[in-house]
Each structure stands twice: as C-alpha cells, then as structure tokens.
C-alpha cells in the first residue's frame, strides 16, 4: 500500500479508537536532488542530434547529453500519449495501472504514483501539461501539488479534434519557471511537457521544408529555458512518450503499430552535477533503403534514414523502458523502488548494469477498429514481434524492421503474454462526463467491444494503407473529391466505422445532408450504440427539419449514456426551433444534473425561463452561463430583459448599457432601456438614449416615438 495511504488509514483508526488523539504527523524531510523531468511528445530518438540526426536542430538536448547519459535504445511502454505517460509515472506497464487508451479512463486510485511517493518523502511537487490528453480529469495528477492543465470547459467543447487542444509550450514553461523560482520547503519534483512535435505541425522560420524538425528545434528551445531554471545539482530527465511514424511502415503518427519509429525513444538523464566527457561509441552504418511512400503521404517531410551515431558524456546500449523512469528517481530521492522498472543510477554511474527484456504494446487498434492489439519485447538487439503471429526482428541487420521473421515459440513470448494479460479486456471507461466529452471532441471512440483472442483478429499491419488512405482523404480540401474517395473506402471496408464517419462528414461539408444522415444511420445499424453517430445523426436530423427522429435519435443517446451532455444538448435545439419553453426546461435540467456547468444548456435554460416568466430562476442561470463562458453574445441583453421584468430598474440599466457597449450596431439594448426608464418616469436617464437613436435614424418604433416625444421634445 502506497505510504500516504497508510497514514490516512492510520490517523482515521487512531482518531476512532484512541481516547487521545495521535500527535500530529511532522512532515518528512527530503533530502534527495531537485528533480526535473521533461518529456517532449511524439519526439523520436533519430530526430534529435545527440542521437545521430545531422539535419537536427537540438542544441539543448546535445548538451544535455554531453553532460549526461543517453540511453540507445529507450522504449516507450506504449506508442500513445495517456499509456506511456501512465507508465512513466507509475512505473508500471499498462496491464498493471490499466490506461491502456488515450482518455475515457481513469487512474485508480491504488495504483501508486511517482509524485504521491515523492510528495510524502517530503518533495515539492508540479506538472505543467501542454495537451488535454493528459489533463487532470484522467487521474494522473494525484501526488502533485500543483497541477497546471489549463483547459477551459468552453475550449474543450469547441475542439475539433482532442489531439489539437494543446497549450503553447511557451506558457508550460513559463507557468512552471514561475513555480520553480517559488521557494518551499524541501527539494522540488518538476515534471514538464511539451507537445510542439505532436500533429498538427505548426511551421517554424527556417523549417520551411521540413516541419517535424521544425517542430522538434522549437521544443529544444523551450527545453533551453527550462534548464536555466534548475541548479546543475538538479537530476534532469528529458524523455518522450512515443516516437512518430513518419510514414515508416505507412504510418504517419502513433497508435497503430509498435515499430522502432513509434516505441523507440530520446532519453538523456543528467545526474545532480553532472558527467565529464566520455568517448563516443562508433558509428553504426544508418539505413539507406528509401522510405516506401504510401498514398497520401506529406510532401513536404524529409524521410530519409538518419545514423545511428550518439554523442553523449556516456552512452548505454542495453534496452531500457519508460517504467523505469519512476525507479531511477526514487532512487535519487532515497525511496525504494517499485513497479514493473528498474534504477538506471549504475547505468549512469557506469556501475555493472543489467535489465530484463522491455516491452512495448498498443490496444488502440482493438479498442479503435477492432483488429489486434499488437506487443514488442526487446532485449539487446532482438525485437520480438506479438501480434495474431509472432515475428522475429534483428534490428543488428534490419534496424528498419523490414525483414520480420515468422516464428512459433520464443523464449521472450512468455514475458510478452505475461504482460499483456488477458487480451479481451476492454479499457475500464469513465462513466461520468469526462469520458463522453471526450468522444464529443470527436476523438474516435471505442467500439462495441470484442472478446475475441488475439489470432482471430485482423493484423492492424495489413490495414496501413487503407487507414493511410482514409486520413488523406480526411485531410482533402475538396469534399466531392473525397466524398468519392470514402464512398471507395466504405466499399472495401465495410466494417471501417471510421471510414463511413468520414464519409458521412464529407458528405454533410459537400452539402449532400440528407447522404449524409442515411450514411451515419448505415453506422447505427452495425453499431448502435455508438455515441458520436447518434449525436451527428440528430444534428443532421435538425438540418432536415426531421424533428421526429432527431428527438428520438437525441433520446437514445440519452438512454446509451445519460451522463453524455451531448444527448441533451442536441435535444434541446429542436424545442428550441419549436419553441416550447417547457421542453426546453425540461431537457436542460436534466443536462445540467449532467453537466452542470455547460453554458449552452444553462444560456437556453435562461432564455426559456424568461418565456415562462420565471425570472429570479432565469437571471441565476444566464450567470452561470456567462460565468461558464458561454459564447452567447446576448446573455446580457437577456439578463436586462429579465431585472427590467422584475422591476429591478437600475440593474436593468446596467445590462442593457453593458450589452450596448459591446454591440454598438444593436440598438436593441438602447431601445429596451430607453422604453424602460422613460416608463419608470426616469427621463433624465432616458432622454440621451432617445436623442441617440433618433439621431441614428430609429423613429420608426411608436414606443421610442412616444417615449422621446414625452422625455425629449418638451
Ligand atoms: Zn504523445
């Protein structure tokens, strides 16, 4: 059991039990290192210069490592961002802290956590997150201090796609340099990371030709004014969560596959005070064969192979994991290790060193599309492929893993099949509304999950191309053009649910609504449950004035999940069209018992409350509306609507002159604060509202008539 959990425990039992209440716990006093990790997302070893690449631009890192230890072979316990994040906090493979999916999950709460363990031997603890993927809602924060993952409710609604809301690195780093400069009482655990690296690649002067790198030189810089921020004392850890495919093996990002290109890792480890300089191991021949360019693939990137040459004050060549991350600064810190890691310190040391193999898996493509999931296990430079069959690689003579070798046993299968557990077992998803938002981001959701084993499943491998194809196609700017190309996808694969999303996407961009819903309904036929469909078919359904079905489609998505806000939000709109305030009430108290802070459901609970008279009620949800940032831009006008009902003049005035300011165009603010003071016998305020709209061309209204012939012409 995790130390603070006995000392909850403890204190609780000695409260209930013991007549005199147990001294109060002195806080422990730490004295290992400050601690600084950073990991940088999507950040492939061979990108970065230290470990060979010429073209790269990562000055900080370099130096880093001539200070430090570079690890050759680090692999990601999981190609994707939440698993091997998990993994590197808690120090167990994703069977053991069960976040084997990027989101719609949730950290138990007995799992331990680095922070928790350093946060009770007395460290300081904070993260600074650059991407909702691992915002607090998933669980990883528990142990920190602070927790800094600023993502407003609004912005998280408004995404298109959960890889895309992210942060600027430059204010992760700015938010923890501000925390670090804090003084406190014992050393710091400061974990940082940056998503520059990670999709959509944003371009940088000077990279014009190759925005991945562009990307990386831009995170290095970041990392530059990070590491002026910790003492030469501090144990700095720069790491990533996975590499990225570029294109390798057809896969342009992560998740699907578990090559070298996505599993193999960056990790530079600077011990307090750091190393002097050691010879550089020789240079391995690179890779030379040309990458296979699959449909689709980004013209703009450089894909040519990089040596394998690194340069560091020491370099380690046995294969290490992200699960060892946690040991290694427990080991700093003076805490005993745990978890599925080891200490890398005698590596560090050049110390005798020895790890068991390592291992690496993705179940994206189980949880995602129904294929296989698919495992690695290294050790030295043997790669032992899991997937429906089992596949040998020497990366010695194959590091591009080109020539996989079929096999039937090997000694490095049980270690695989140990920690890849039971392969049936679905992600525990979150039932609250964390989880759903997720999917409304239009993240893919799990489907229907299947029990099947491993063998009888499609070898995500041979799907490549086609899902290759499908994100091309995504990312066509001409929606006839790939409405044609989906249709083409949707022929060949039926069960794709991905694809036919797409289809029924481009087809509603191309205008062809009525296409569009009869192809999300051909999703609800094979997947009826499935969250997103449901929601986009009733948006649909609005479009085409089919009010009956879009509230029958709205209503089972409520009976799927009713803690899915998307249901009601997509419900209240045809009461809205329809106007019938009481169905509106009734569907945004029920939303809002979900979700009670969604602007939109509680700016329409406004609106109608207003329509039922109900005012007190009404002006207390536009509040909240507006408190929630609600992208209403009539909230104010309303809430003057309803003091102005209530007799509430000065208040009235108040909000109608705010609403007026900051719409200078609509005089519907100045009109119904006019009429209002003119009838409160209030002409002194009234008189220069009237002579502005007058003056402005609106005489027309008998009620602005009769108020400036009373308040301004005698
Ligand atoms: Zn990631």
């Avoid at 591009?400 to 920690?419: I, N, R």
Wanted: charged share 20%; glycine share 8%; net charge negative.
């Amino acid at each position: 059991m995790p130390r603070t959990a006995c000392m909850v425990l403890a204190l609780a039992l000695g409260c209930s039990s013991s007549p005199t209440p147990p001294p109060p716990a002195l806080a422990p006093v730490a004295t290992g290192p400050d601690v600084l990790l950073v990991t940088i997302d999507t950040l492939r070893a061979d990108r970065v210069g230290a470990y060979g690449d010429s073209l790269a631009s990562t000055p900080q890192l370099d130096s880093l490592a001539a200070r430090g230890v570079l690890f050759r072979e680090a692999i990601a316990a999981a190609p994707l961002t939440l698993p091997s994040h998990a993994s590197m906090l808690t120090g167990l493979y994703p069977l053991g802290h069960g976040m084997r999916d990027n989101g719609g999950l949730r950290l138990a709460a007995e799992v331990p956590t680095l922070a928790s363990e350093l946060s009770a031997a007395g460290y300081r603890t904070g993260a600074f997150v650059s991407a909702y993927v691992l915002d607090a809602a998933w669980g990883l924060d528990r142990g920190f201090d602070r927790y800094h993952a600023p993502f407003h409710p609004q912005e998280v609604a408004d995404a298109h796609a959960f890889g895309e809301l992210e942060v600027a690195g430059a204010d992760t780093v700015n938010a923890a340099l501000a925390w670090l400069r804090q003084s406190g009482d014992g050393p710091s655990f400061c974990w940082v990371h940056l998503y520059d690296p990670h999709t959509p690649w944003a371009e940088h002067p000077g990279w014009q030709g190759d925005p991945y790198r562009g990307e990386v030189a831009f995170a290095d810089g970041l990392l530059g004014r990070l590491l002026a921020g910790v003492e030469d004392q501090a144990l700095v850890i720069v790491t990533a969560d996975h590499g990225e495919g570029l294109w390798e093996h057809g896969e342009r990002e992560h998740g699907l596959l578990v090559t070298r290109a996505t599993t193999r890792v960056p990790l530079v480890i600077r011990p307090p005070g750091g190393l002097e300089g050691h010879a550089a191991p020789p240079e391995r021949p690179g890779d030379d064969r040309a990458t296979r360019r699959p449909p689709g693939v980004d013209a703009e990137l450089d894909l040519k192979p990089v040596p394998d040459a690194p340069r560091a004050a020491r370099v380690v060549e046995i294969p290490v994991s992200g699960v060892d991350v946690p040991a290694t600064i427990a080991d700093y810190a003076g805490l005993s290790p745990w978890g599925d890691g080891v200490s890398l310190r005698p590596a560090i040391e050049g110390l005798p060193f020895e790890r068991a193999p390592v291992y690496s898996e993705t179940f994206f493509p189980r949880f995602h599309y129904g294929w296989s999931e698919l495992a690695v296990v290294q050790q030295g430079r043997t790669r032992l492929r899991v997937g429906p069959e089992l596949a040998l690689i020497d990366l010695e003579a194959d590091p591009s893993e080109l020539e996989l070798v079929a096999v039937t046993e090997h000694p490095l299968l049980a270690a695989a099949l140990a920690w890849l557990g039971d392969a049936s077992t679905s992600p525990a998803v979150l039932t609250a509304a964390d989880a759903e938002r997720l999917a409304a981001l239009g993240y893919v959701e799990p489907i229907e999950p299947t029990a099947k084993a491993r063998g009888a499943l499609v070898d995500p491998r041979a799907k490549v191309e086609i899902l290759a194809r499908l994100h091309a196609l995504e990312a066509t700017s001409d929606p006839e053009a790939a409405v044609a190309g989906l249709q083409a996808i949707v022929r060949d694969e039926p069960e794709l649910v991905d694809g036919r999303m797409a289809l029924a996407l481009a087809l509603a961009s191309a205008g062809r609504v009525a296409e569009a819903l009869d192809a999300t309904l051909a999703i609800l036929e094979r997947q009826p449950r499935h969250t997103m469909a449901l929601s986009n078919a009733a948006a649909l359904c609005r479009k085409l004035g089919r009010r009956e079905l879009g509230i029958e489609l709205a209503q089972r998505l409520q009976a799927v999940n009713p803690q899915d806000p998307r249901g009601y939000r997509v419900e209240i709109t045809f009461w809205v069209d329809a106007e019938q305030p009481d169905e509106v009430v009734r569907v945004a108290e029920a939303g809002l018992a979900v979700e009670p802070e969604d602007p939109q459901l509680l700016y329409l609970y406004g609106l109608a409350l207003i329509f039922l008279e109900r005012y007190p009620q009404a002006l207390e949800a536009l509040d909240r509306a507006a408190r929630a940032g609600s992208r209403a831009g009539d909230i104010q006008l309303y809430q003057g609507t309803a003091h102005d009902r209530l007799g509430q003049v000065d208040e009235a005035y108040a909000a109608y002159l705010a609403y007026s300011r900051t719409h200078p165009d609509d005089l519907r603010g100045v009109a119904s604060s006019a009429w209002m003071l003119y009838k409160a016998d209030d002409c002194a305020r009234a008189g220069p509202l009237l002579v502005n709209m007058v003056e402005r061309g609106h005489r027309s209204d008998p009620r602005i008539r009769e108020a400036y012939q009373a308040c301004v012409e005698p």
